[in-house]
T-cell receptor, first 114, second 109 residues
Framework: IAGITQAPTSQILAAGRRMTLRCTQD?????MYWYRQDLGLGLRLIHY???????GKGEVPDGYSVSRANTDDFPLTLASAVPSQTSVYFC?????????????FGPGTRLTVL | GQNIDQPTEMTATEGAIVQINCTYQ??????LFWYQQHAGEAPTFLSY??LDGLEEKGRFSSFLSRSKGYSYLLLKELQMKDSASYLC??????????WGAGTKLIIKP
């Protein structure tokens, strides 16, 4: 693989169910990010990780959790999905945090919560 | 607070020039990015400005005025494949990108 992969591509989920969105990068980037994108709004940061073993809260973290056990993987978990979490989720990475590097994005996961 | 303003939608003709404006207010500033996003796809990097002035990269140029909190993306010799959303994203003092809602550019033949 080259770049960032996300799985699943799309998912329909019943409210109250638990769901993990997967993200893997092979660029050895230290920083990783989870965004959600909703119609008419800019990308909003959910959680981020500056390096393996550390995570931080972004603008809209409620209802989501992340982990960063290693450099490559950064899964996002919805503990109990609600309809307002219907969105397109993008994972991104950049070489280093705290400096100016472009972010590279995965193809996205389209999630519908009913 | 932090705020990004850019037009929701613009229409231009193939072969023409279009300028997409962005005004911003952020907590600190470490430069500004422009990304392109085709419908149903991920954003991809176009340009980065940290100093005032114009940065040219082929058919695309990006301008920054830090004192005015203003940037624009200039697209020349428009092609149908340029139909996409263009996202303005300044980098704040915490090196976090603050994203605008994007400008949907429609190119007509």
């Amino acid at each position: 693989i080259a770049g960032i992969t996300q799985a699943p591509t799309s998912q329909i989920l019943a409210a109250g169910r638990r769901m993990t969105l997967r993200c893997t990068q092979d660029m050895r980037h230290n920083a990783m990010y989870w965004y959600r994108q909703d119609l008419g709004l800019g990308l909003r940061l959910i959680h981020y990780s500056n390096t393996a073993g550390t995570t931080g809260k972004g603008e809209v973290p409620d209802g989501y959790s992340v982990s960063r056990a290693n450099t490559d993987d950064f899964p996002l978990t919805l503990a109990s999905a609600v309809p307002s979490q219907t969105s397109v989720y993008f994972c991104a990475s950049s070489r280093l945090a705290g400096e100016v590097y472009e972010q590279f994005f995965g193809p996205g996961t389209r999630l519908t919560v009913l | 607070g932090q705020n990004i303003d850019q037009p929701t939608e613009m229409t231009a003709t193939e072969g023409a020039i279009v300028q997409i404006n962005c005004t911003y207010q952020t907590s600190g500033f470490n430069g500004l990015f422009w990304y392109q996003q085709h419908a149903g796809e991920a954003p991809t990097f176009l340009s980065y400005n940290v100093l005032d002035g114009l940065e040219e990269k082929g058919r695309f140029s990006s301008f920054l005025s830090r004192s005015k909190g203003y940037s624009y993306l200039l697209l020349k010799e428009l092609q149908m494949k340029d139909s996409a959303s263009y996202l303005c994203a300044p980098l704040n003092s915490n090196y976090q990108l603050i994203w605008g809602a994007g400008t949907k550019l429609i190119i007509k033949p």
